[in-house]
DNA sequence: AGGTAACCGAGACGGTACGTCCCGTCTTCCA
DNA sequence: TGGAAGACGGGACGTACCGTCTCGGTTACCT
């Protein structure tokens, strides 16, 4: 997918190889899978990987990445509390299912690795981002968020906890997490009281 | 640090280990880093290392916590938002230095080593946390907060999207980044404008 | 047994290791054998071994002679022939015995240690040896055998066979192969027929 | 050159790692080689010589009988006694040669390998045994040889007394003990006298 | 229609690090 | 001071993967 220019490749290999991945995420999982193990797994030769592939961790991005459904749009009731709480909700779902320990370990393999660290923000955050900061923008024009609210850290606020509670396990990201973050960015409780 | 009990341990070889690891930090970096190199630069043998740590992230791990000074303590000058802003800033120094690098690593690496991530936890962000939270709950007591506010999460909230950067590289951490996390918390701006 | 002189050696410690030793030279064998194997099993410090003895070889020669009881003297009925098959009959019976493995060990392992060829030569080769050859000379007295023969060198044509097929691994050592070497060294027939 | 099956081995690769064996024997020697020098020297992974060799010794073997020419087969001047004595003459040369010392270690390595056993045998001692044996054949049919001689123990007993020799360390073989063997064999002095 | 150039499978190759085993020395504490 | 215990520096083990390489074979295009 990187260097050599070719509609010669083979499908069959392609599909091959980021099923084989797919699924030793699940068995040896994404820390004890080998280039080798994949390509003996999708009966292929380990140049063919190479071929079109930098690492390990850029063969299971394709292949999380390629079996992902284009993914629900940000709901949109007219209420945004409400579909951000909707989001959020399903945001922890997928976090807390077993299908989601590779993301969390192509989020660990980046830290080393800023070409990876790009096409995961890119795939995978970026859309997400930029989806909730249009909902939120609507509902600034639809009055239901202050006109100097600053939107862009708004979805950092909303999203930095569950990614928090992920990568530092400090606990495991939760729905009443999503309830008490967005009581508090709701009610700015964090101010001194009024006598 | 785990398995013999004994204290006829080395305390030489312990303290040269270490010493290495930090080292072999800063040149060719955590991931690079080798139990064979941590050995041969300490002048001991793999077994040493092997007998008290179960991995090259633990060696680092005790390394880096043993060198860090006992930390200064929360600020509190009376103006809990003034104290937050100033203990932020201080994290985002620490987070954009170079020598915050391999903290990233280890919590990479704690993504697929249960003990290790307990022990992060423990041992770096948990006091952390705990000296935020007494701080927050001394500003609640001063009136400076709500009584009703949510402290536990205040504390996520804070923190949260300093790590949010860090880990996504979404952008680095930064000081406008935390006078923007403050001015939301403590404006409650993500509320329906009142008319 | 070498360096160090004093009677303040503790004789439990010495026999224990010998103990230990010829118990693993049945289970593990000889040369799976550790000193750390013999120091554990003997409930000994490894040092108290190194103290003593140069080579696990050293430790298992000293305990196969130990366990050897005086032996048998070689047998003198009157007829010299007789004698020597009977003689070397047992040396068959002791060389294709479970037992004697550990003795094949040690001379492999003296192939690279000349002090412990010496001691293997001295302990066991050369007792046998001058038995023979004094069973010989008497022979040779009583005129049962030519007074010009070569008694030094009709030795190592009698054992040297049983020792070639040990060693080589042509063909175990066994009593037809005894009965041959008498025949051939006894009648001489490998010289021209008389016509 | 056991396990895979192949003939993508690689030529420059066995012939380099045959080539560092035979020097490694020569300095360090046999005992002090190690599979891992042999790879260093040769240029060459570890896994390219245990993916052909199951040990060191398997390895120096192969090395000791490629560089061996294909041997000057046994003299046969029709004196076969002449022959027996120039053939054996060579052998002690050879024996006493320090390029000797590395077949000594393979015969002790071979004690405790069963399979490297039957290799030096086949390699070295079966090819020397059947020449041997051939000219006892053929001096046998000319006469020279009695008709009942048991030509199978007279080749063990020839070459028995020379092995005995250089693995007993009873003392180096030599021509002179050849001339003593030839004698005894031949004249059969191991008889009474005739008085 | 044949030639040729690319990808493909297979897996050997030179290498590096792994984690383990044992060496022989040392240190510590006990009798 | 000898002995038990076992940690220590060291070094080789045999294995696992790395990423590169060579080797036929099989397409698919290009004359």
């Given at each position: 997918?990187?260097?050599?220019?070719?509609?010669?490749?083979?499908?069959?290999?392609?599909?091959?190889?980021?099923?084989?991945?797919?699924?030793?995420?699940?068995?040896?999982?994404?820390?004890?899978?080998?280039?080798?193990?994949?390509?003996?797994?999708?009966?292929?030769?380990?140049?063919?990987?190479?071929?079109?592939?930098?690492?390990?961790?850029?063969?299971?991005?394709?292949?999380?990445?390629?079996?992902?459904?284009?993914?629900?749009?940000?709901?949109?009731?007219?209420?945004?509390?409400?579909?951000?709480?909707?989001?959020?909700?399903?945001?922890?779902?997928?976090?807390?299912?077993?299908?989601?320990?590779?993301?969390?370990?192509?989020?660990?393999?980046?830290?080393?690795d800023p070409e990876l660290a790009r096409r995961v923000l890119d795939l995978i955050v970026a859309p997400r981002v930029a989806e909730c900061r249009a909902r939120l923008e609507k509902a600034q024009a639809d009055g239901q968020v202050h006109d100097g609210a600053d939107l862009g850290m708004a979805v950092e606020l909303l999203y930095a906890p569950l990614y928090y509670r992920l990568l530092l396990h400090t606990a495991p990201p939760g729905r009443d997490q999503v309830d008490r973050v967005l009581t508090l960015l709701t009610t700015g409780l964090l101010t001194p009281q009024r006598p």
């Open positions: 997918m990187t260097p050599p220019n070719s509609d010669r490749r083979s499908e069959r290999a392609r599909q091959a190889i980021l099923r084989a991945a797919i699924e030793l995420c699940r068995d040896p999982g994404f820390t004890d899978m080998t280039m080798e193990a994949i390509a003996k797994r999708a009966g292929v030769g380990k140049q063919t990987i190479y071929r079109w592939w930098p690492s390990k961790a850029a063969v299971v991005l394709d292949a999380l990445h390629e079996q992902t459904q284009p993914s629900a749009t940000f709901p949109d009731t007219g209420d945004v509390v409400a579909d951000l709480r909707a989001q959020m909700y399903a945001v922890v779902s997928a976090m807390t299912s077993p299908a989601f320990v590779p993301y969390t370990a192509l989020i660990a393999a980046a830290q080393s």
